[in-house]
């Protein structure tokens, strides 16, 4: 089974640039998720997706952070303009989430981008 | 806010010891797991852990659920250099599908 793909996996902008991350999820998985983890710390969340729907997006800067999940499969998420605080690993997981198991939604990651903005 | 707070940070060990690594909080979650990261890649999850007290073993490495579930520990035996990773504890707020993530313990076997 394929894991959680991600692209591109290196991004190297200028500020003020846009750019965006693509993520195909584990097939099947309802549930997907945009973090961002700066050098040193964990992931934090961006954006939750269950199916087409953003359930959660508390944390997403949505003055330029953006983010869609057609179809409810692959999802984008865009910075426009990028700024140097950007600079950070973008992380995409999925899961199947059951209603009914609030104890038990194993999140499965892809490898990330590594943004740097200069 | 909710604070997952690991401890230490950083450790170094050679190759055939035994080490805890620490995942502490004040709020209680409905479940913690364990996840593994190598340099440029994605966290890897190791267990989930459930319930208060729970103890679960994987290999070499044992897990356990505080019995409040606001803490969580990991205990690898014998470390071997193929163990080096960040370790990063993630809580599951009750009620919701979000995980909180620790800072992560960054761990070194030396040969």
């Known amino acids: 089974e394929a894991g959680v793909v991600q692209s591109p996996r290196y991004k190297i902008i200028e500020k003020k640039q846009p750019v965006a991350f693509w993520c195909n999820p584990i097939?099947?998985?309802?549930?997907l998720y945009w973090y961002r983890q700066n050098l040193g710390q964990g992931p934090e969340l961006l954006i939750r997706?269950?199916?087409?729907?953003?359930?959660?997006d508390s944390q997403l800067p949505k003055d330029r952070f953006s983010a869609e999940r057609l179809k409810g499969v692959d999802s984008t998420l865009k910075i426009q303009p990028a700024e140097l605080g950007d600079s950070a690993v973008y992380l995409c997981?999925?899961?199947?989430?059951?209603?009914?198991?609030?104890?038990?939604?194993?999140?499965?990651f892809g490898p990330g981008t590594r943004l740097t903005v200069t | 806010t909710q604070l997952l707070e690991q401890s230490p940070q950083f450790l170094s060990i050679q190759e055939g010891e035994n080490l805890t690594v620490y995942c502490n909080s004040s709020?209680?979650?409905?479940?913690l797991q364990w996840y593994r990261q190598e340099p440029g890649e994605g966290p890897v999850l190791l267990v989930t852990?459930?319930?208060?007290?729970e103890v679960k073993k994987l290999k070499r490495l044992t897990f356990q659920f505080g019995d409040a579930r606001k803490d969580s520990s990991l205990h690898i035996t014998a470390a071997q250099p193929g163990d080096t990773g960040l370790y990063l504890c993630?809580?599951?707020?009750?009620?919701?599908?979000?995980?909180?993530f620790g800072s992560g313990t960054r761990l070194l076997v030396r040969p």
């Open positions: 997981a999925s899961s199947l989430n059951k209603v009914g198991r609030l104890a038990n939604y194993e999140q499965y």
């Open positions: 097939s099947g998985h309802n549930t």
């Open positions: 997706y269950e199916n087409e729907e953003a359930v959660d």
């Open positions: 709020s209680v979650f409905s479940s």
């Open positions: 852990v459930v319930t208060g007290g």
């Open positions: 993630a809580g599951a707020l009750p009620s919701s599908y979000k995980l909180i």
